[in-house]
């Protein structure tokens, strides 16, 4: 199934994409997204791209949400991870928690933007009303501008001992906290994605009511559309795969730029003219287009599946990791063949070599790991033997 992208609100991304160029050098030496670029996301009001409607988020499907994420992260791919990880949180925050929490936290004059690990490396302890939180987190990206800050927990009961959920597995929780209640370290000196602001945050016995939590593995949809169906982890995977798309395109017209102007030392012609170059920015050109269609038509799949359906079955849900995967594997193979036909100017600072940094950097993310791979292997070969 072809995708269906509503191009009104990737306009909005395109609109600030100079502004957010401009930009990428202030932002690696601070090290988190600039005041004017979080005033343009603000106002273009794509840190609730996937908030409903009622909340007053742009409440858009997710193949709209892919094509943003991706044309943020071809300007620079540090605004563009943080904006994924600012509007997926904030998604979350509205749809999954409780209804006076979610008010709260999307009042008509004052929006939350969300930020956070939502990894359950924190302990969450049951108490009358909520739960009592202590952790310490890394990799809080785009928290510097965050006005709520998600921690992933694993549930304890008062006693300390772990929670298990229906599932067997421990019981893991995310809980919401206003950004005053949590204790920011810094240390984000990194190779890449420099600009995100991936800051350390300790958490020392906060109470967090209840309704401000949800379960990681167990949540139910509260509160907006159909469009939101295709679930935490799906959403999730499509701004991994939208970031990696833009920065490998990114990568891909730089080097085509170059082409036609650098000549390496001791070469007597322009890389553009050599036979080796055309072919691998060929490979490398057709490779991340192909997985782009690959990706739009299976997050396409996903969504029609969920609409219909309610569901996206288990197959379908291990894709979607596995495409992501695919894709950042895809665009940081062709950033790679950019920066090494740049020759020294890939040394210096640039976009080439921050595109090579960002994606070296994001390709270590989790989400992203090998084995999404191998589930994924997994669930063909059990759908290929099941009578």
Same mark, same amino acid.
């Given at each position: ?6 191009? +009104? ?17 202030? +932002? ?15 106002? $273009? ?21 892919? @094509? ?51 990894? =359950?490396?924190? $302990? ?24 709520? &800050? ?58 967090? =009511? ?19 169906? &295709?679930?935490?982890? @799906? ?21 085509m730029k170059l082409a036609s102007t650098r000549v390496r030392m001791a070469g007597f012609a322009t890389i553009g003219t050599e036979q080796l170059f055309q072919h691998d920015l060929g490979v490398h050109d057709c490779a991340l287009r192909a ?92 759908? @290929?033997?099941?009578?």
């Amino acid at each position: 199934m072809s995708a269906t992208i509503d191009e +009104a609100i990737v306009a909005r991304a395109r609109a600030i994409a100079p502004l957010i160029e401009a930009d990428a050098d202030r +932002a690696e030496a601070d090290t988190t997204t600039t005041t004017v670029v979080v005033d343009a996301l603000r106002e $273009s009001e794509l840190f609730w791209l996937l908030v409903p409607r009622e909340f007053g988020g742009l409440d858009t499907d997710v193949c709209t949400a892919l @094509a943003v994420f991706e044309t943020l992260a071809y300007a620079d791919g540090s605004v563009g991870w943080s904006a994924m990880a600012n509007s997926t949180s904030s998604c979350f925050a509205a749809i999954y928690t409780g209804e006076s929490a979610a008010r709260t936290m999307f009042t008509d004059d004052a929006r939350a933007i969300h930020a956070g690990m939502l990894g =359950p490396v924190g $302990s969450a302890r049951r108490v009358d009303g909520g739960y009592r939180v202590t952790g310490q987190y890394s990799f809080g990206s785009g928290c510097a501008h965050a006005s709520y &800050i998600g921690a992933g927990t694993i549930e304890t009961g008062d006693d300390g001992r772990q929670l298990t959920a229906d599932s067997g597995l421990p019981a893991m929780r995310v809980v919401l906290m206003p950004r005053d209640q949590v204790d920011f370290r810094g240390n984000w000196d990194v190779i890449g994605l420099q600009a995100t602001g991936s800051y350390d945050y300790v958490v020392d016995d906060v109470f967090v =009511p209840e309704g401000f939590t949800y379960s990681l593995l167990e949540h139910t949809q509260q509160r907006g559309g159909e469009n939101y169906g &295709i679930g935490l982890f @799906a959403i999730t995977g499509a701004g991994h795969a939208g970031f990696g798309l833009g920065v490998g395109r990114r990568a891909l017209d730089e080097i085509m730029k170059l082409a036609s102007t650098r000549v390496r030392m001791a070469g007597f012609a322009t890389i553009g003219t050599e036979q080796l170059f055309q072919h691998d920015l060929g490979v490398h050109d057709c490779a991340l287009r192909a997985a782009r269609a690959l990706v739009f038509e299976t997050y396409a799949d996903a969504d029609a599946q969920a609409r219909a359906k309610g569901v996206v079955d288990v197959t379908t849900q291990a894709r979607l990791r596995a495409v992501a995967t695919y894709a950042t594997r895809v665009a940081t193979d062709a950033t790679r063949f950019a920066f090494s036909w740049a020759g020294s100017a890939g040394l210096r600072d640039g976009v080439i070599q921050r595109c090579l940094r960002d994606l070296l950097a994001g390709s270590q993310h989790i989400y992203v790991d090998n084995n999404t791979l191998t589930g994924y292997a997994t669930a063909l070969v059990t759908d @290929a033997s099941a009578p």
